[in-house]
Structure formats: structure tokens, C-alpha cells
């Protein structure tokens, strides 16, 4: 009966049974594989490692066991109840994008209607404006033009380019102009330079070739230090009273009165300083020019800064501030657009043939806020005035509290079902209620309208699948996951004691048997010069001196390693101090770099050394500093090969100094750079292992750096060197 019953079953099933039989094989097969190595194991731990063993498997077995038939119970109900939710938030989606494709017509109905009125600048931008007071959801309406630039309602970014004024129109006036430049620039006589550029000011009509004349008469004052009579000629410009006005490519009355209030603050009159700066910065918001070139945004920027410290009225609110803030968002939008949707515009032959005014739609990212936006190409009218594309970011407080609640009231969801909507962080832009999406039931992304947001369904009382179903699901899971969990975190805990133990104990080990190599280097050096001259047999004056020097050299540096010790103890204990004065950091880092030059040379390296002619004062320990760039001069020579070359120079770099160590030695991986800092690390190769070092040097190096306000930085390839840089603030910098 049963030999029967098995021909029929391989009959009807021959590759099922066939695959099953040798499945079947292979597990057994390998269960005694494991089975004899198991039993091989077990007798080499010990007998406390076995117990633990055997007891982990009888907590874990019959937990697994009973914890799958609970959860099997209940999987049937949660993949229905997936179903029904998708398909719920699902409608909700396409309920949400036909709507926004219905106002989107607006845009379309609108600029059928009405066109600029030319394709000067401000009508185009007055359209713009109306536009968008027409579109209640859409922000920062834009058109591009051929060459790719932007107009906004604000603002433009490569829209023209305006020439800029660098010499006078007039030939009289211009002769005069080159001979003041040359005497400035060239001759450095400043008293020449005025008298020529007044004659070349008596000699030109046009307001532009006086505007610019002023400023250089007003710049040479400056330089000598007559602030007065600079800025009685900056006030020259303003008098003009032309805001059409360039000096260079800026507009002049920025340039005056941008000047006028540095004048008075050299003169430490903070008052008119104030009064000028906020002039200034109402200029700019009223005025505002092309962005391109970025000059804008720093004279805006800076404005705003200057007034904010300045004055203690500055305005937080109201309409010039406003304007400010939609100025800068307006910025950062062209900016944005400039970047990611332009250059697709332009070399997209896909939006070249489609139809007018059919809108696309794209999702660009930046730092702070995201842009869902759109664009279409405009009708023959727009493009005849030079116009390629017309575009829009949608407003995301009309698409979430104007747009968004009605929708959902009409959707006609189940009671105990709510709707969010998220944007690509997951963040939570509008949730039916006010309540929190704390468990998604189910969620779906839109298509081409709003790609970067999702919509999501979720339980009113927070509650997941497994909760809607019962607790079944949850109280197995929670039994099995806890008993896992707690047996986890135990060893875990276990072995993370231990292998810190250890480490901690390796690395002390470490630290005491480099520290004691180093040290013993430089006293083997003066016990043994110094038993030389003892002896007598050095009779030569020259050689006698050589050998103090290198006593004395060896002596500072078993000092420095001292200090390293000492001051990295006194900075674990948090305890170190420096003591500040305002000095030459060049100088410091040169006589620093002078004392450490006997025991590079001896070691065969080849220094390179540049300083700027100039004093860097700086406000620090110069002691802590000096100590500091040793350490850095240390490890160059320490971990360099073949290559013996080394790169130090000082420098200055927006209100920092800057003092820069390169080498060609074997470099630090990336993966390493994260952690050089770390007391008592090492990078662990080749030549970390055959070179001796404490591991303190770049911790300490990096305290002393912080402690004045500075950051240090590393530029690392393997096989090529490593740059180390530290920038400390100058003295009077904030």
C-alpha cells in the first residue's frame, strides 16, 4: 500500500519530489556537518560558557516557537486591512491632484488674458506681480530668457548686463584719470593722485565721470587717513542724486554711502555710522540690482549685519524688513532655479516641442527649503519679447491651510481614518485634526505635480494594523523580542565591558612604552655629547660649540615632550589654562620653526619655509602656539618615506592667520581623518607601527587650536602627504 501510494505521488510529482528529496539531503547532510562541529566546540569552552549556552537555547526555542504561531494567527487580518488602506489613499491622491491640475488653469487662463505691456524690466515684473496676486498658490512667479537669465518679482539674475564705469567718457577727463591712477596705484603718491583726479573732475560734464572721480578723491583721503574730507567727497556722489548711477559695475549711491559709514566708523562716530548704514540698507532694499555677480547680496547682507550691531533700533518688522526677507527668499529661489531648472530649459529638446503653456513640473532641494515647482513655455507673444519659459513654486501655507482641509472634509473617509500629507524629510506639513500621523496605516506619493510629497493614512487614536486587530500581535512580539533583547543587551553589555577594558589597558600599555622611547632618545643624545666634552677629547672650539647646540636643541625637545605630557594631563583634567597676549604669530611660528631646524636637517628633510612680509597679530599663548606647530613639525617628520620634504607657511585669510604644515609622507586614509584627533589614537599601517609616538600630539595640538577660537584642518591622500592648517583669529576680530 505504501510503495503504491509513493510510485503514484512521483508519477504525478517527479520534479516537485525530486527537489524536495534532495532538499531534504542537503539539511540533513549539513545538520550532522554542524552537529560534529558543534560537539567539537563544546568541548573546548569552558563550563560556565556552556551553561550559558544551553540556557540562552531553552529561553529562546519554545519563546520563537510559540511567538510564530501567534503572530501566523493574525497575519491574514493586517494583509486585508493593507489592501483597503491603499486603496483608500490611493482615491484621496488622485482626488488631491485633480484639484491642483483645476487651479494650475488659472495660471494658463491668466497669461491668455494679459501680457506685459513691453518687455522693459519693469513691466515684465510688474506683470509678474499681477500674476501672482491673480494665483493665490503659486510663489515667486519667474521668466528665463535666451541667455539664460531669470526675472522675478524682485529681483533678476542674469537678466541684463550693464557695462560697467571704469574710466570717464570724456577723452580730457579720461588722460587725466589714467596719470591720477598711476600716481595712486603705482607711485603711491596719494597728494598727486587728488590733484590730478580734481582736474580730471573740472574736465568732464557727465555725472557718471563725476561720480566715479569723487570716489577716487574720497578713496585717496582715506588712505591718508583724512576721513572728513573722504567723506565730504562720497556725499559729492549722493548729491547727484542719481540712483541710475554706476561706479565699476555698482550702483554709485551703495558705493557712497557703504563708504561714508566705514569713514565714520574709523573715526569711532558710531552714531552717524548707524544713520549712513541704515540709509544704506533702505537703499538696497528699494533699489535692488542683478544678482549675478553676488555683489547685491554682500552689500545686503552686510547692510543688514552692520545695522543690527550698530544701532538698537534696528527694524524687525515692518515693511523694509518684509521686503528684506522676500528679497532673500526671492535670492535663494533664483538662485536655486538658476542652478537645477534653467540648464534643463535650455538644453531639454523635449520642452522645446511642447505644446504652449502646457506645464511640467519638478521637485528641487535645497539646504533650507524645498521647491515644488513648475514651468511651461509661453505663447508666441512672450516669446517674441525674448521670453523662453515662464515658471512657479507652488506656496506650500495656501496648499495646506486653504487647499488641503477641504479636500479631505469631501473625501469621505471612515471615521476612525484621518489623512497627512508629508513632504521627502517625512515631515508633517498638514494633518487632518492637528493630529499626529503616529502610525501610517498606508501612503502614497503624488506623480508629477508634487513629487517630493506623500499622502498618508493613519488611525485617529494612533493606532497600527496590529492594534486594530487586537493584541495578539503584540503580545507575542513583545514576549520574543523582549527575551531577545534582554539576552542581547546583556552579552552585549559583557562584551563591551571587556573589549573597553582591554583597550583602555592596551593603549595605557602603549602610551607609557612610547612615552618612554621618546624620552629616552634625546637623553641618550646629552648623556652622550655630554660624557664627550666631559672626556676632554674634544679640543676644537667649533665642535665644542656644535655639540653644546645639539645638548641644548635635544634639551628643548625632551622639554616639549615633557610639556606635551603635562599639558595633555592638565587638559583631560580640564584644568589647562593659557595665558594671552597680543603678539606676531609669524614671528612666533619662525622662531619656533628656527629651534626645531637642527633635528629636521639631521633627519635629511628639506624645509620650505614662507612667511608674509607683514605682522599677523594675533591674541594668544604664544607659548601653547609654538608647542603646537611642533607637534605638527613632529609628526611630518615622523611619518614621512622617501619624500623627505616639508611645507611650512604663515598667512592670512579673512580676518584669520593661518599656519600650514605639509609633508609628502604616507598619508592618513579617510577613513582615519574622523578619529586622528582622538586621545591615544594611532592610524594602524606599516609605518604607525614602526614609528614611536605618544598619540597626544594631534588632541593636544587641536585643544590649543580650539581654546583661542580657532579650527584646525587636515587635507590627506594616501601615498601624497597630509596638509595640516590652523586658523586663529586675529587680534580685534569677533
Known amino acids: 500500500m505504501k510503495a503504491s501510494i509513493f510510485v503514484v505521488a512521483g508519477s504525478g510529482f517527479s520534479v516537485l519530489g525530486a527537489l524536495q528529496f534532495l532538499t531534504s539531503f542537503w539539511i540533513v547532510l549539513h545538520s550532522q556537518l554542524l552537529y560534529c562541529n558543534m560537539f567539537d566546540w563544546l568541548g573546548r569552552i569552558s563550563p560556565k560558557t556552556k551553561i550559558l549556552f544551553f540556557a540562552s537555547l531553552l529561553i529562546f526555542l519554545p519563546s520563537a516557537f510559540l511567538s510564530y504561531l501567534g503572530l501566523q494567527s493574525v497575519n491574514e ?39 506685459p505691456q513691453s518687455e522693459a524690466t519693469n513691466d515684465v515684473q510688474k506683470w509678474l506681480r499681477d500674476l501672482q496676486s491673480a494665483n493665490v498658490f503659486l510663489d515667486c512667479p519667474f521668466v528665463v530668457n535666451e541667455r539664460g537669465g531669470i526675472l522675478s518679482t524682485m ?30 596705484l603705482t607711485k603711491q603718491d596719494l597728494t598727486e593722485a587728488i590733484r590730478q583726479y580734481q582736474g580730471s573732475l573740472e574736465a568732464t560734464p557727465f555725472a557718471e565721470d563725476r561720480a566715479l572721480l569723487y570716489s577716487r578723491i574720497g578713496r585717496c583721503d582715506f588712505k591718508l587717513r583724512r576721513f572728513q574730507e573722504g567723506i565730504s567727497e562720497y556725499r559729492q556722489i549722493l548729491s547727484l542724486k542719481d540712483e541710475r548711477l554706476l561706479i565699476g559695475s555698482l550702483p554709485a549711491s ?63 518688522k515692518g515693511e523694509s524688513a518684509d521686503r528684506e526677507r522676500g528679497i532673500l527668499d526671492q535670492a535663494e529661489a533664483l538662485i536655486l532655479f538658476a542652478e537645477k531648472l534653467v540648464p534643463k530649459i535650455r538644453s531639454d529638446p523635449e520642452f522645446s516641442a511642447r505644446p504652449d503653456l502646457q506645464p511640467q513640473h519638478l521637485f528641487i532641494s535645497s539646504n533650507r527649503v524645498p521647491h515644488q515647482a513648475g514651468f511651461l513655455k509661453p505663447p508666441a507673444v512672450l516669446q517674441q519679447m525674448g521670453v523662453v519659459a515662464l515658471g512657479y ?69 494612533g493606532r497600527s494594523e496590529e492594534r486594530l486587530v487586537g493584541s495578539e500581535r503584540t503580545l507575542y512580539l513583545s514576549l520574543f523580542v523582549g527575551i ?132 599677523l597679530i594675533v591674541r594668544f599663548d604664544t607659548d601653547a602656539i609654538s608647542q603646537a606647530t ?10 614621512s618615506d622617501e619624500r623627505k620634504v616639508i611645507r611650512i607657511w604663515v598667512g592670512r585669510d579673512v580676518g584669520f592667520a593661518t599656519v600650514s604644515v605639509e609633508d609628502e609622507g604616507v598619508g592618513i586614509p579617510k577613513e582615519a581623518l574622523g578619529k586622528i584627533f582622538e586621545k591615544f589614537y594611532r592610524v594602524h599601517d606599516r609605518k604607525t607601527k614602526e614609528t614611536r609616538g605618544t598619540g597626544i600630539g594631534l588632541t593636544l595640538t587641536k585643544h590649543i587650536v580650539e581654546a583661542h577660537g580657532g579650527t584646525i584642518e587636515v587635507e590627506s591622500e594616501v601615498g601624497k602627504g597630509s596638509t595640516f592648517t590652523m586658523r586663529i583669529p586675529l587680534a580685534g576680530k569677533d
Open 254 to 316: 551703495v558705493v557712497a554711502l557703504s563708504q561714508i559709514a566705514d569713514g565714520y566708523q574709523a573715526l569711532g562716530d558710531s552714531l552717524n555710522c548707524g544713520r549712513r548704514t541704515f540709509e544704506l540698507y533702505q537703499f538696497l532694499v528699494r533699489f535692488p540690482w542683478d544678482i549675478e555677480s553676488g555683489e547685491y547680496l554682500y552689500y545686503l547682507r552686510k547692510a543688514h549685519d552692520a545695522m543690527f550691531f550698530l544701532t538698537k533700533d534696528y527694524p524687525q
Open 155 to 184: 529681483l533678476s539674475k542674469g537678466w541684463t548686463s550693464a557695462t560697467p564705469v571704469v574710466s570717464p567718457r570724456s577723452s580730457a577727463a579720461a588722460r587725466l584719470f589714467q596719470s591720477a591712477e598711476e600716481a595712486e
Open 484 to 615: 531577545v533583547l534582554v539576552m542581547a543587551v546583556g552579552i552585549f553589555l559583557t562584551v563591551r565591558a571587556a573589549a573597553h577594558e582591554v583597550e583602555v589597558s592596551q593603549l595605557k600599555a602603549e602610551f607609557v612604552s612610547n612615552v618612554s622611547h621618546e624620552l629616552k632618545t634625546p637623553l641618550a643624545l646629552i648623556r652622550m655629547f655630554g660624557e664627550t666634552l666631559e672626556s676632554g677629547l674634544v679640543v676644537n672650539e667649533a665642535a665644542r660649540k656644535e655639540f653644546y647646540g645639539i645638548i641644548r636643541k635635544e634639551s628643548e625637545r625632551l622639554t616639549h615632550l615633557i610639556d606635551n605630557v603635562l599639558d595633555f594631563s592638565k587638559m583631560d583634567a580640564g584644568g589647562k589654562e593659557y595665558h594671552r597676549e597680543e603678539a606676531d604669530v609669524v614671528e612666533v611660528v619662525r622662531n619656533t620653526v628656527e629651534a626645531y631646524m637642527f633635528h629636521i636637517r639631521d633627519m635629511g628633510f628639506v624645509v620650505e619655509r614662507r612667511y608674509p612680509d607683514e605682522p
Open 77 to 115: 487580518k493586517i494583509e486585508n486591512l493593507r489592501a483597503h488602506y491603499k486603496s483608500t489613499v490611493g482615491l484621496v491622491r488622485d482626488k488631491m491632484e485633480l484639484e491642483l491640475l483645476r487651479i494650475e488653469d488659472g495660471v494658463r487662463t491668466f497669461i491668455l488674458k494679459s501680457q
Open 630 to 639: 611642533l607637534n605638527l613639525l613632529s609628526n611630518a617628520t615622523k611619518y
Open 393 to 461: 513654486r507652488f506656496r506650500p501655507a495656501y496648499l495646506t491651510a486653504e487647499l488641503l482641509p477641504g479636500i479631505f472634509k469631501s473625501a469621505g473617509l471612515e471615521p476612525n481614518i484621518a489623512v497627512a500629507v508629508l513632504d521627502e524629510r517625512d515631515s508633517v506639513l498638514y494633518a487632518q485634526d492637528g493630529l499626529p500621523p503616529v502610525h501610517r496605516l498606508a501612503a502614497d506619493s503624488f506623480s508629477e505635480l508634487l513629487p517630493s510629497w506623500k499622502v498618508v493614512l493613519f488611525d485617529r487614536q
